[in-house]
């Protein structure tokens, strides 16, 4: 045992043991916030077992189909004159749920785009039409479990013809739903690493120390560390644009001066949570986990990926105050909407106050060495 106590590798690996749980920062970040996470995200998505799909009705009132989804409604579920809940009980499978809106084609063609709904459904003279993107997963499951449903004994429509008509238009496929997504979060990735992490480093190597005894003016630094940021943020974004029209044909159909100045104030809002992020951190473990902090609820629960419709509607209020969700909505809404300057105008104004408010936070608690 003695000899173990005087062999160099045991001892260093002792103090560097001490070292880090003597660390509570790093303890939390390390250990106990997956852990949090896991069961917060567990919590709030796990408890349910009721699947829900978003289906939109168009087409004249008083079919068939209307007859069947009326009198398979669940009691005190009607919200409104134009929305129907029809739930499908399984002990096996769980609780599925269809909700039914009928509204024009216009605005169903919108709710596809933005991912409030799954398919799009029509019935004339007893023959029922399915539209919806065929490279969707999630549409095509509706598709399937929903014609099985039409289908079954004593809800068969009338000529018990059913047809799919794949959407291709621009903007319904999940392409076009994925890469402003995608944009969005490449911008927020880029700031907080780019920012928040190049200033906990230098500070924890005692850099920032050296540049204050300069003449640097203070804020010149944060300033430039932000346009370079924005400057690459714009390279980035170009490239990925590129390859999705080179590749899938991506379209801009809104207005390519709203889309900049809406990308601006998202590059500006999470300019300032990079800084106020990196105020006050001088350890890099800290910093990584207070990036990763910020980074992950949003990049799971802001629609990058998928519909944040998908989740609990208890939470989508929550989702939608959330700044990655406002700047990935308004690049989609320029995007695949032909979105102008007053679609823009208000996540534009509240990303940017955002930002602003949290960089003048920043700075007063900014620490420099």
């Not at 929305?83 to 499908?88: D, E, M, N, P, R």
């Not at 799919?164 to 700031?191: E, N, Q």
């Not at 920012?195 to 230098?202: L, V």
């Amino acid at each position: 045992m003695r000899k173990l106590r005087n062999n160099q590798l045991f001892q260093l690996t002792y103090t560097f043991f001490l070292e880090t749980i003597r660390e509570p920062e790093v303890l939390f970040w390390g250990i106990l916030f997956p852990v949090l996470i896991s069961i917060g995200l567990g919590l709030a998505f796990t408890q349910s077992s009721v699947t829900k799909f978003q289906v939109m009705l168009v087409g004249e009132r008083h079919t068939r189909l209307d007859s069947i989804l009326v009198v398979n409604t669940t009691p005190n579920t009607i919200s409104r004159e134009n929305a129907l809940t029809w739930k499908i009980q399984d002990k096996i499978l769980g609780e599925t749920e269809y909700n039914f809106i009928r509204n024009d084609w216009d605005a169903s063609i919108i709710a596809l785009k933005r991912g409030v709904a799954d398919v799009i459904l029509t019935d004339s003279a007893g023959s029922v039409r399915y539209y919806f993107d065929p490279h969707n997963s999630q549409a095509q499951l509706v598709y399937m479990k929903l014609s099985a449903l039409l289908k079954a004994p004593g809800q068969t429509i009338i000529n018990n013809e059913t047809s799919i008509s794949p959407l291709t238009l621009k903007g319904v496929r999940y392409i076009d739903f994925l890469v402003p997504g995608l944009i969005a979060l490449g911008v927020m990735s880029s700031i907080l690493w780019g920012i928040s992490y190049t200033i906990i480093e230098k500070r924890s190597q005692k850099l920032l120390r050296r540049l204050v005894a300069t003449p640097m003016k203070k804020s010149n630094f944060l300033v430039a560390l932000m346009f370079v940021r924005i400057l690459m943020n714009v390279v980035e974004a170009l490239v990925l644009f590129f390859f999705a029209w080179l590749i899938f044909d991506i379209r801009i159909q809104g207005n390519l001066g709203a889309l900049f100045v809406l990308f601006l104030a998202g590059n500006i809002a999470f300019t300032g949570v990079a800084v106020l992020i990196s105020c006050h951190t001088s350890k890099t473990e800290v910093g990584t986990g207070w990036i990763n902090a910020v980074q992950m609820p949003m990049m799971i629960l802001s629609g990058i990926f998928f519909s944040y419709h998908n989740f609990p509607e208890w939470s989508i209020g929550i989702i939608k105050i959330l700044p990655l969700t406002a700047f990935a909505d308004g690049i989609r809404s320029i995007f695949n909407e032909g979105a102008g300057w007053m679609e823009i105008l208000t996540p534009s104004l509240t990303l940017s106050g955002f930002g602003i408010i949290c960089f003048i936070t920043g700075l007063k608690l900014y620490k420099w060495y």
